[in-house]
């Protein structure tokens, strides 16, 4: 007995031995790791732990900056069970930015229309990593960020690193300025909630002080002279809001000063909403006119003070100083510092955005890719490439193209140069096979190289850059996400177009945007809308187009029922007024 005692106890001796031995070294490469999670079982634990690690690191490193329209829409749709996703950005919310005029002006409340970005991220079927800090650097060479944690609090900022694989930058931009002097320190913006929340605070200001016992009739119309720069779409539908705001609420609450109120709009173009249709143009002109919202075209601000603006017409080189209460500066964007400075590094200081190509990759950066207001698409030019073009559609290499060989690349024509189908619709062409037509406008059978050069020679006419909107942004992001969750599988099955210069074809196709439409709100109740098919709507139905797709464009169920929620408040009670 004693015997078996000691033969057992020394097999189950050495079988712990093993075991602890194995558990050792699986927490020595849990360590190494970095603290990634090691699963096993008892049956087969040494080879489950090490396929198990191989896994976790293989996983790739992905860095989103921003969480913006770019940002949120990328997140959303990535399939994060293949990457390490980490997100960094200064606000831990994403605000839906197209109804910041109405915030303004009490039509809807902040909160409404911010969304935590935690809430965002929890929904997705695995971890994403949040850091509320700011990129203030750019490491191109190392393949690193530097963040910022700003606390007011904090006399010296914190700082910290983050390694990437994948590097999606999507932190937007900022407003431009164009270097005039003053608007820095005497204009208000509108790109933020923070911003639109001062505006808010301000209009009721100029309302407060206009209303003070000591004050001359001049000094009151001073005050409440509000002067918008900018007759972009942010611009009009500011100006549209604050007018409501005052006619509809204000001037019940200021009696004594309602005749004193003005709002002027200044424009350096010929025509305010010049993006739209002239039709919606003239309708916004004629509107605002009725409204006594004056409108200053072919005006350009040259300078801000402290009480006046100056304004230089540009027909008559004339410049005058007019007093105001309130300025606010719509005037397009610029790039963020950050951006700059990895301009500087990457080669790019000659341009004002980030310049990607077709599939939004920086130019000359492996694995870095930029979506929103940041950047800009350099399409590449059909003439640039035309001779290979025509090499690789003349298979029996006769020096002349008929019309079947070239229909045998169509296709690809089409995708990889998207100005191509623009320059169709712009001559009401039925086919690209049309473009080899004589002058006469006569069939032909077969075109030699300068021939097909005169086809194709006025198609990059129609390139043109893609506007700074929330609705370019999101479809960026979504395209962007589903190539990365089509990454391993369209390396062996390529399902972009053929490669011109090169063979085989390209990963991906090339991102395109497609217009949804545009709405303009002018204020009463009445909004203009451009949708696609050269549809043209204005007045009171489209207004409620306008409040139908902007409620179901929120990010979730929570701001919808808000957003709807305080219209219909307005409609009910009225704007509130409160300094808050």
Request: hydrophobic letters at 35%.
């Amino acid at each position: 007995m004693r015997g078996f005692s000691s033969s057992f106890f020394n097999r189950a001796s050495r079988a712990l031995l093993d075991h602890s031995s194995t558990i050792s070294k699986l927490l020595l490469i849990s360590t190494i790791s970095g603290g990634a999670h090691i699963s096993f079982s008892e049956a087969e634990h040494g080879s489950n732990a090490v396929e198990t690690f191989s896994d976790v690191t293989k996983k790739k490193k992905v860095l989103v900056l921003g969480t913006g329209w770019a940002g949120v829409s990328f997140l959303k749709n990535l399939d994060i069970s293949s990457f390490d996703v980490q997100v960094v950005s200064p606000r831990n919310y994403f605000a839906f930015t197209p109804l910041l005029p109405s915030v303004t002006c009490g039509t809807v409340e902040a909160r409404s229309i911010v969304e935590p970005i935690r809430n965002i991220i929890k929904k997705k079927s695995g971890e994403i990593q949040f850091w509320e800090a700011e990129c203030i650097k750019i490491d191109a060479a190392n393949k690193r960020v530097v963040c910022q944690f700003n606390d007011e609090k904090l006399l010296e900022k914190e700082e910290f690193l983050l390694d990437y694989d994948y590097l999606v930058i999507a932190i937007g931009a900022q407003v431009n300025t164009f270097n005039t002097v003053g608007v820095m320190e005497h204009c208000h913006f509108l790109k933020e909630v923070e911003d639109a929340q001062r505006i808010r605070k301000s209009v009721i200001d100029c309302f407060e002080k206009a209303s003070l016992p000591n004050l001359s009739e001049e000094e009151k119309r001073t005050n409440l002279h509000f002067v918008i720069v900018g007759g972009g779409p942010t611009g009009v539908e500011f100006a549209a809001e604050l007018h409501d705001f005052v006619h509809e609420n204000l001037v019940k609450l200021y009696p004594k000063v309602q005749d004193l109120v003005s709002i002027t709009v200044v424009q350096s173009g010929d025509h305010i909403l010049n993006t739209f249709d002239e039709r919606i143009s003239s309708f916004a002109e004629q509107k605002f006119q009725r409204d006594g919202i004056e409108v200053k075209t072919g005006c350009r601000v040259v300078g801000v003070s402290g009480k006046t603006i100056d304004i230089k017409v540009k027909s008559k080189g004339e410049t005058y100083s007019v007093p105001y209460g309130m300025v606010v500066w719509s005037t397009g964007t610029a790039a963020r510092p950050v951006v700059r400075d990895y301009m500087e590094q990457i080669g790019q200081t000659h341009r004002r955005t980030l310049a990607t190509d077709e599939w939004l990759r920086v130019e000359g950066c492996d694995h870095v890719y930029a979506v929103g207001d940041c950047a800009t698409i350099n399409q590449r030019k059909i003439m640039e490439d035309i001779s290979t073009i025509f090499s690789i559609s003349d298979k029996d290499n006769s020096g002349t193209l008929t019309v079947k060989e070239f229909q045998d690349v169509v296709d690809d024509i089409l995708v990889r140069y998207p100005q191509v189908g623009l320059y169709l619709r712009s001559k009401h062409l039925h086919s690209v096979t049309d473009l080899l037509n004589d002058p006469e406008g006569n069939e032909r059978k077969e075109v030699d190289i300068e021939g097909f050069k005169s086809a194709l020679s006025h198609v990059d006419s129609q390139m043109k850059s893609l506007p700074a909107t929330a609705q370019v942004a999101a479809q960026q992001g979504s395209y962007l996400a589903a190539c990365f969750n089509h990454m391993q599988e369209s390396k062996l099955k390529p399902e972009g177009p053929l490669r011109f210069r090169e063979s085989g074809h390209h990963q991906f196709r090339p991102f395109q945007y497609k217009h949804f439409g545009q709405f303009a709100p002018l204020g009463g109740e009445q909004t203009a809308a451009e949708l696609p098919g050269d549809w043209v709507s204005m007045g009171r139905s489209s207004q409620w187009l306008w409040y139908s797709v902007y409620a179901s464009k929120q990010v979730s169920w929570r701001t919808r029922v808000l957003v709807v929620s305080d219209w219909t408040r307005k409609f009910i009670f009225g704007r509130d007024s409160s300094r808050i």
